[in-house]
């Protein structure tokens, strides 16, 4: 499983970690709207089709007790905010030039409406700190006391955990 906050690489660390392991991907934000009376199930078919090898980018907000009893490791990526707004502002600038959608982040909204609540740039901003203090919890809790949780505070730490598992 990996965490982390909006705009902070999950989704992309994910997908090399699943080539890298021989694992499935699972994108959390294709899975839909976790508010969706039916995202647990979302989840528990994914992970379930899945079989034992799979990889899930982003929390599992109302389906942790689906994910939890299954995740081996946790790798939460606690980028600075310097880190996080920096990527996430080169991705808004080049979906907004190219427009065209990347992944989870869809919006190719000019640059004036980026610090809208719900533009990832502006999504970022707001929600970096809570991100930091939730991944302090999220390590702490009883379901994943089985779990391997790894923290990177910087993407050359990620990069070079990754790059320094077997194949």
Known sequence: MVIGCAGSGKTTLAQALAVRLGARHIERDALGDDESPDFATQVAAAVDAAGSRWVLDGAPYNAELVVYPHADTVVALDYP?????????????RLWLTRRADGAHTSTD????WWAPHHPVGWAARTHAARHAEITELFARPELAHARRLRFTSPRQAAVWLVSLSR
Not at 83 to 91: F, K, N, P, W
């Open 81 to 93: 905010r310097w880190v996080v707004q920096r990527r996430v502002l080169a991705r808004s600038a």
């Open 110 to 113: 000019p640059p004036w409406r």
